[in-house]
């Protein structure tokens, strides 16, 4: 079945450092990829997505590529802030027979930054 | 106002108590979901409903029920709660692809749940 693998945290980081976070996946199709983030006391929120190979997803100075031949799609910033303090989960999504879709999350990987 | 909405955002309660946590969203979606989060497993789905006469069960539905009242509403619930059941519980919604979904799922803050 589908899956997929984070890299386990926490990472911690001083401000102005630069982020990866692994993800990897197994699928049997072709899915869409996500980053969500969750911040302290709040629900999870698309950081960014990917719908098919060799897209890449930007938001808020975070990348990622969806990387069809590793199966890969790592979360990358340049330079982090405090406030990007929060947990990142990669999912992946693909679409089910009856229209709908099925999301795989990974276990997620906290984040902390040093000011 | 947040497009989806759960109550209680916190609950504590005691071994054998039915609990009931509440969904609503104005997304206008028919997808809807109960998601447990618990630290370092991520998210797991309890439940989904496709449309108000659509039910399915998600990898842990033992010890779960939900009820989907409208397209706006859908609810879980514990009928006798376990310490095992303290989580962090969320409910999301998503879009079709005929809709123009890509699988981003929305979600509510969550609804913090203890069971002494």
């Known amino acids: 079945g589908n899956s997929v693998t984070q890299m386990e945290g926490p990472v911690t980081l001083s401000e102005e450092a630069f982020l990866t976070i692994n993800c990897t996946y197994t699928?049997?199709?072709?899915?869409?990829l996500f980053w969500y983030v969750q911040y302290p006391g709040e629900g999870l929120q698309l950081l960014l997505k990917a719908t098919k190979a060799d897209d890449k997803g930007s938001n808020k100075g975070f990348e990622a590529t969806y990387r069809k031949e590793t199966t890969s799609f790592h979360l990358e910033k340049g330079s982090v802030q405090v406030s990007d303090s929060a947990v990142y989960f990669c999912?992946?999504?693909?679409?089910?027979?009856?229209?709908?879709?099925?999301?795989?999350f990974g276990a997620g990987t906290r984040l902390f930054v040093k000011a | 106002d947040a497009d989806v909405t759960q109550t209680p955002r916190n609950r504590i309660t005691k071994t054998g108590k039915r609990i009931m946590l509440e969904c609503s969203q104005t997304?206008?979606?028919?997808?809807m979901y109960w998601y447990r989060q618990d630290p370092g497993l991520g998210l797991r789905l309890i439940y989904y409903s496709f449309d108000v006469k659509d039910i399915n069960k998600g990898e842990i539905s033992d010890g779960y029920s939900v009820s989907r009242q409208a397209q706006a509403k859908f609810s879980l619930s514990l009928e006798s709660a376990i310490p095992n059941q303290t989580a962090l519980y969320f409910c999301a919604t998503s879009g079709t692809r005929s809709e123009g979904g890509t699988g981003e799922l929305f979600f509510g803050e969550g609804s913090r749940l203890t069971v002494l």
């Open positions: 699928a049997t199709g072709y899915p869409s």
């Open positions: 997304k206008g979606h028919d997808r």
């Open positions: 999912a992946l999504s693909e679409l089910g027979y009856t229209g709908g879709f099925k999301t795989i």
